[in-house]
Nanobody, 124 residues
Framework: QVQLVESGGGLVQAGGSLRLSCAASGRAFSSTAMGWFRQAPGKEREFVAGITWSGDSTNYVDSVKGRFTISRDNTKNTVHLQMNSLKPEDTAVYYC?????????????????WGQGTQVTVSS
């Protein structure tokens, strides 16, 4: 079992940066692929970025490639999402998620653990 708690959201102007963090508890964290999803009002939850349990492979949705970076530290049970060059369309609630599967999936139903979410608002 893995419990996830996100932090680092907030209000930022377009072009600015934020760093989201996800703190995990539970002994299974180091064997868990991790992902970040987001959900804007009136829209479906969408995959943003994922990382394998070892950190040797990452995957991003096209709209954030080159701007966002996912990373993890298994010694500290944390996952981060560095978000640069933020745009108003990045505004959403961001969720950290964990999967017991070996490979990164873009499907939310492939993730077994979820955090409560953190709000990111980008003003124009």
């Amino acid at each position: 079992q893995v419990q996830l708690v996100e932090s680092g959201g907030g209000l930022v102007q377009a072009g600015g940066s934020l760093r989201l963090s996800c703190a995990a508890s539970g002994r299974a964290f180091s064997s868990t692929a991790m992902g970040w999803f987001r959900q804007a009002p009136g829209k479906e939850r969408e995959f943003v970025a994922g990382i394998t349990w070892s950190g040797d492979s990452t995957n991003y949705v096209d709209s954030v490639k080159g701007r966002f970076t996912i990373s993890r530290d298994n010694t500290k049970n944390t996952v981060h999402l560095q978000m640069n060059s933020l745009k108003p369309e990045d505004t959403a609630v961001y969720y950290c998620a964990g999967s017991t599967r070996q490979f990164i999936s873009r499907r939310s139903d492939r993730y077994d653990y979820w955090g409560q979410g953190t709000q990111v608002t980008v003003s124009s």
